[in-house]
């Protein structure tokens, strides 16, 4: 039996599994409430269980998914706001391998289902790396969000104090730069 | 011997094979909650409030410290200026000492706090943050207690104990939501008000509370603007106004012999989008002015938000006394408030019993809306009257020509501000109101609207720079909903009726809903309103385009 076959009769634990991973990360106290299933009252219980049964599904559909970012986009988010390091934040992505050398065991280690094995790490470690990319442009939103918010409080009370000039507010643009501008404004969003 | 940490791994607080431990559980409360101490952590917590501010309203203890540091350079008594104001409150409030003794930890407060949903903290459970001051309440005041100490769920005040108290004080933002939970009614609001008192004894407080309290105090609203510049926002506004509508509006200012006095929050007169229900106000003040409206604006009582609430009762009661004041100099028959969340829990709740007296001999009475007769029986005690109670009755008696097809580019939800909606019970003139205005309205799911809505995450003086991380956490139910009508049926606006809310969701719908801009009711109000005397409208209050005009545009 191949890898994908394998894992995918092994689904349910170790999804289970995988998930136990991330929210033994939170703390004791409040890992019991993450368990509860309600999506508007745990949005973070939630957003995990969801993203990471989906993430684990679409690895075993085999092609390259663009649906895998979104949903670490997802859980990222989350933690990029909550008490984790950088790492402790992303660390959750290779604990697969560890549910699923426990899981599998010996299996793995079968001619032929040992190199679908190396392959499936290496498609790991890169998820690893994508949630380093994604971890990070959630903190560099945080820091923009800030810088944004101290901009435009410092320039309009220099505004107010008569301080700063300001151009006209009828100052014309021509129709291409009102375009550009509105396209800018869009991808700073 | 146990290997010396790299440079490297010390800069990033953590070891390399903590990195690899990925079934790492943090040991936070293996031990207990009693026995975990404090972490304060930054970016979820405030600037601690600077000496000046302190020293203009007569607060304790005015000097430079910081939270990071480990001494918080308290009076040397600090303990027993604490435990005899803690003594003096439990005698004066009914309220906190039964909060004190009557809960059974039955846990239904406990998964209902936007801080805990957020973070997974346990000590953002109501029921542990009250424990907080319950295990010090024991230990002093009840015999149990007293012989039995941790058995009994008591402890000492200590100063990791106080510290932190301060530290989960603000990371409440008083909305009541657990209240409404709680089998007992415990609010956990009044807990954490009085909490807040207590550390203000001492000096312990943050500076986004303590800087608007002084301004407040000082020029009557929270960002210091005085008279002049306070008009001359609105002028700005006015300009902006003719250029949208074509149509010139007048406020009046300080206007003595007016009927209505109006206040509102000064965000909206100094802070997108505020800025643009402002506006809404003012076009609709203009509209009604042929039907007989008599309003003038403040710059004296200009602002409707009350930061005292968020120190201590003196201090609300302090800054609250210009609304009546005002009135009175003024000889308005009644005051008409603007869209704010805790500036109506402090007017419904506090302000007609705290400073009634300061109206006698003034001219207020029962409100009547000069334009449809009716008369606002419920504010009979206050004689001030909420903005959507009022345009709502303006709606139902006909009195506004709207043209909702003017909002159609809009797909509009509507959050329930924690204050209305739990302090005044306001649900259902907002949604009436934005029916009347907009075509398209999607409620967002039931659990998190009405009196169960979610805290917009910077309540009750938590919408500083600094603590963003802690707003995200907060804010995160709320903005979860949002991203569920965002997704299901395009919403791309999110209204609201509280300044702090605007201020507060921009940044949040920024990080968690990308697509989604936010609204006071008022300015959906007046995109909709048809003026008399309005040029041929192509934009919004926002300068953008409205619904089919882009269309015709390029014909």
């Not at chain 1, 790492?87 to 560890?98: C, D, H, M, N, P």
């Not at chain 2, 003719?242 to 100094?270: H, M, W």
């Not at chain 2, 004296?300 to 009546?324: C, D, I, P, Q, V």
Request: with cysteine.
């Amino acid at each position: 039996m191949d890898l994908k076959n394998l894992l995918l009769r092994k689904k349910s634990p170790i999804v289970k599994k995988w998930c136990e991973v991330v929210l033994r990360t939170y703390p004791e106290g409040g890992q019991a409430f993450l368990k509860k299933k309600d999506r508007f009252g745990n949005p973070v219980g939630h957003t995990i269980a969801e993203g990471i049964e989906s993430i684990f599904d679409e690895l075993l559909q085999g092609t390259k998914s663009d649906k895998i970012p979104l949903f670490f986009d997802n859980i990222l988010r989350l933690r990029a706001v909550q008490d984790f390091s950088p790492s402790k934040a992303v660390g959750f992505v290779f604990g697969l391998k560890k549910v699923i050398r426990k899981e599998l065991g010996s299996k793995l280690l079968k001619d032929g289902t040992s190199e679908e094995w190396a392959a499936f790490e290496s498609e790991i470690d890169g998820m690893g790396l994508l949630c380093f990319d994604i971890y990070t442009q959630c903190r560099e939103k945080i820091f923009d969000i800030r810088i944004k918010a101290l901009r435009n409080q410092s320039h309009r009370l220099l505004k107010m104090a008569g301080v700063a000039y300001d151009l006209p507010e009828d100052y014309e643009l021509s129709e291409e730069d009102r375009d550009l501008k509105k396209a800018h404004a869009n991808k700073s969003h | 011997m146990e290997e010396p940490l790299k440079q490297a791994d010390v800069m990033k607080g953590t070891r390399k094979e903590e990195v690899l431990d990925i079934d790492h559980s943090p040991s936070l409360f293996k031990r207990g909650w009693m026995k975990t101490p404090v972490d304060i952590r930054p970016s979820m917590h405030c600037f601690a409030g600077e000496p000046a501010r302190l020293k203009v309203v007569d607060f304790p203890n005015p000097r430079v410290w910081s939270a990071m540091d480990e001494d918080w350079k308290l009076p040397t008594n600090w303990k027993e200026i604490v435990m005899d104001a803690f003594k003096v409150r439990l005698d004066r409030f009914r309220t906190f000492k039964l909060f004190m003794d009557i809960c059974v930890r039955c846990g239904a407060c406990a998964d209902k706090c936007q801080f805990f949903i957020g973070s997974a903290d346990p000590k953002n459970m109501p029921v542990l943050r009250a424990e907080l001051f319950r295990s010090v309440y024991r230990k002093n005041f009840t015999t149990a207690g007293k012989l039995l100490g941790p058995i009994a769920g008591a402890r000492d005040l200590t100063i990791d104990v106080l510290k932190e108290w301060w530290y989960y004080l603000y990371q409440c933002s008083e909305c009541r939501r657990c209240s409404v939970f709680c089998p007992y009614g415990i609010d956990m609001a009044e807990i954490t008000i009085i909490g807040r008192e207590l550390t203000n004894l001492i000096g312990l407080n943050i500076d986004w509370i303590a800087a608007p309290v002084a301004f407040c105090y000082k020029t009557g609203n929270h960002l210091g603007i005085q008279p002049h510049a306070y008009k001359s926002m609105l002028e700005f506004f006015q300009d902006e106004i003719e250029i949208v509508t074509g149509v010139r509006v007048e406020p009046s200012y300080n206007r003595k012999g007016a009927e209505i006095l109006f206040i509102t929050p000064s965000g909206d007169v100094f802070a997108d989008p505020g800025t643009w229900t402002c506006m809404g106000y003012m076009i609709l003040f203009h509209y009604l002015e042929s039907l007989g409206l008599d309003i003038t604006w403040s710059t004296y009582a200009s602002e409707g938000g009350n930061f005292g609430l968020f120190t201590s009762h003196e201090m609300m009661k302090r800054l609250n006394s210009k609304m009546y004041a005002e009135a009175k100099r003024l000889g308005v028959k009644w005051i008409l408030g603007g869209e704010c969340g805790h500036m109506w829990r402090v007017v419904n709740q506090y302000m007609g019993t705290m400073n009634l007296d300061l109206a006698e001999g003034s001219n207020l009475e029962e409100p009547v809306s000069p334009i449809t007769g009716t008369k606002f029986e419920n504010t009979k005690s206050t004689k001030m009257v909420h903005i959507c109670e009022f345009t709502a009755d303006l709606i139902k008696h006909n009195k506004l020509k709207l043209d909702p097809s003017r909002n159609d580019n809009l797909k509009v939800t509507f959050h329930d501000s924690c204050n209305p909606a739990r302090a005044m019970g306001l649900l259902e003139e907002p949604r009436y109101v934005i029916k009347n205005v907009c075509n398209n309205f999607y409620e967002m799911p039931p659990t998190t609207i009405r009196e169960q809505t979610f805290c917009c995450g910077g309540g009750s003086g938590l919408n500083a720079g600094e603590d963003v991380e802690l707003r995200m956490r907060g804010g995160l139910p709320r903005a979860n909903a949002v991203k569920f009508v965002h997704e299901k049926y395009g919403v791309n606006m999110l209204s609201c009726i509280c300044a702090i809310d605007r201020a507060v969701f921009p940044d949040l719908m920024r990080y968690w809903v990308p697509g989604v801009e936010v609204t006071g009711v008022h300015e959906m109000v007046a995109n909709a309103m048809v003026l008399e005397g309005e040029k041929e409208k192509t934009v919004n209050l926002r300068n953008e385009p409205l619904a089919g005009t882009e269309e015709s545009e390029d014909v």
